[in-house]
Structures are given as structure tokens and as C-alpha cells.
């Protein structure tokens, strides 16, 4: 099993929500959490914690990534693992009727959630595989999905984006081994988070939680810790692990 002590891990999406579960228990398996956000209020909350590393980085803009990646190998000298964690869920058809005439699906949203949950995955991942193989790193790459990516009603957008990047975590899973790094991918159901509430409304939570066998929502500590599992076996590639309550069987 991989020991995590001393390993530069970076967590997109890490000053919040699951991201930050994860963080906390990497700091626990005694690694180097290094957070990616672009929510100052939430990194400076964090910033008083010397076991952990923030960056202000827009994971979508490819030149932010690659400048603040290059500034993490130049400070810590290697990156170990990489969880692509950051997300963003919107909901909506592609076409609906509402009381002013019909509504269609906003484009502006459509590329909102691709940048954020896919491109943001491939521009992250690019530039630190490019720095573990310089530096002949034995890395891991861990993509946070959702059960969305099956095709949820109400999430063209959300779940294309997640359905992408299964297949990326299949095709790295394939393509990297041979340089020394795995990658797997994490598919969460509905979880007890703030981002939840906020995005979902409370009615179509508690009728998703009748369709869940254990009749609830997941704990962020529940999918960090099948994170960290996965990291650590290092017999673990290319599958996606879904974390759901049985919600998809
Ligand atoms: N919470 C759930 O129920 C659930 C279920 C299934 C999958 N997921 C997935 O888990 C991941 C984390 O979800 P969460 O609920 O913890 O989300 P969250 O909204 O709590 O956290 C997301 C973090 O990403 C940051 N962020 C957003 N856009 C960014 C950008 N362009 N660059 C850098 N940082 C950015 C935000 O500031 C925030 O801190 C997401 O990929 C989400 O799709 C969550």
C-alpha cells in the first residue's frame, strides 16, 4: 500500500465541500494537501495552516494552471497526486415550458459546467503528469465524478461533463501506467453538502432519498475516505468507484 506521509497532493477545489474533507484527511495520513480555488474568502480561512499549501487558481484558464503548477514544483520539487475534485451543478432541461413561452437550456451554463468539471480536469492533469514524469514520479490522478454521469434528467450539461471525464480517467488509466502513474475515478451520489442545498432543491432531495436503499445522503467524510483508500492500493486503476447508498445498482 502507498503511504501518503510527506507526498504533494494537490486537491482542485479544495477550500470547500468534499475538497476540503479530502484535505483534512490527507493532513491526517500526514501528506502535503495543496489546495487549487479561486474563492479567496474560503482559501484565506484556510491560510493560517501550515500543514497545508493554498493557490489562487482558476482551474479553467489553462496559463493560470500551468504558471501555478510550474511554482509548485519549483517550491516542493515534485507532485505526487492529483485530484481533480472541482465542480460546479446546474440544472436545467435542454427545453422546457414555463409561463412566458418555451425555455431553452442556457448555452452560457453549458460552457460554465464543461470548463469547470472536464476542461479543467484535462488542463490540470496535462501540466502535472508533464512534472511527474520529469521528475519520475509514481503518481496518481483521482477524478471526482457523480452517479450524474449515467445521464440524470435535468443535467445535459452536468452530466456530459462527467460522462468526459470517465472516459479521460479510462483512457489515462491506460495511456500513464507505462510512466509510472495510475488513475482512477470516484462517482458520488447525492451528498449532505452546502453545494447540494444550494443547487438542489430541498423537495427533489428528499424525493431522491426515498430512492436511495440506505435512505439518506452520503457524508463528505464517506467519499474522502474512499478517496483515500484508492490512492493508497496500488492495485486500483481505471475504475470508477460510485459511492451512492445503492441509489444506482
Ligand atoms: N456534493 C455532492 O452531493 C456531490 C455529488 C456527486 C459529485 N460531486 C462532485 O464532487 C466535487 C465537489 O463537490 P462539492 O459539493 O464539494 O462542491 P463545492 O461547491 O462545495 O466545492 C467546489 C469548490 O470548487 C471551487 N471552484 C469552483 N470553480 C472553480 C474554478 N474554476 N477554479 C478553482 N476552483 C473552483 C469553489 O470555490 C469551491 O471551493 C464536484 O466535482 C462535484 O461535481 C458532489
Given amino acids: 500500500m502507498l503511504s501518503l506521509e510527506g507526498k504533494n497532493c494537490i486537491v482542485t477545489g479544495g477550500a470547500s465541500g468534499l475538497g476540503l474533507e479530502i484535505v483534512n484527511q490527507l493532513v491526517a495520513e500526514k501528506a502535503r494537501p495543496i489546495v487549487f480555488d479561486l ?15 493554498t493557490y489562487c487558481c482558476d ?3 489553462e496559463r ?17 497526486v492529483l485530484v481533480n475534485n472541482v465542480g ?9 415550458l414555463s409561463p412566458s413561452g418555451l425555455k431553452l ?25 508533464e512534472a511527474m514524469l520529469k521528475k519520475r514520479t509514481k503518481g ?26 470517465e472516459a ?5 488509466a491506460k495511456e500513464l501506467p507505462s510512466i509510472g502513474i495510475r488513475c482512477f475515478g470516484v462517482a458520488p451520489g447525492f451528498c449532505d453538502t452546502e453545494s447540494t442545498h444550494v443547487a438542489v432543491n430541498e423537495k ?11 435512505r439518506r445522503l452520503g457524508q463528505a467524510q464517506e467519499i474522502a475516505a474512499f478517496v483515500i483508500a484508492g490512492i493508497k492500493n496500488e492495485f486500483l486503476n481505471g475504475k470508477i468507484l460510485e459511492v451512492d447508498g445503492g441509489l444506482v445498482i
Fill in 88 to 96: 460546479v451543478l446546474f440544472s436545467a432541461p435542454l427545453i422546457s
Fill in 204 to 214: 427533489v432531495l428528499q424525493d431522491t432519498v426515498t430512492r436511495v436503499p440506505l
Fill in 64 to 80: 493560470q494552471v500551468e504558471e501555478t503548477v510550474k511554482g509548485i514544483v519549483g517550491e516542493f520539487g515534485s507532485i505526487d
Fill in 105 to 129: 437550456h442556457s448555452s452560457q451554463m453549458w460552457e460554465k459546467v464543461i470548463s469547470t468539471n472536464l476542461s479543467s480536469a484535462f488542463y490540470v492533469s496535462k501540466h502535472v503528469v
Fill in 39 to 53: 474563492d479567496e474568502n474560503r482559501l484565506a480561512a484556510l491560510a493560517g495552516r501550515a500543514e497545508l499549501r
Fill in 140 to 165: 496518481v490522478i483521482v477524478n471526482i465524478s457523480s452517479i450524474s454521469a449515467r445521464g440524470n434528467a435535468g443535467q445535459s450539461a452536468y452530466s456530459a461533463a462527467k460522462a468526459g471525464l
Fill in 168 to 172: 479521460l480517467t479510462k483512457v489515462w
Fill in 59 to 61: 482551474v479553467t484558464d
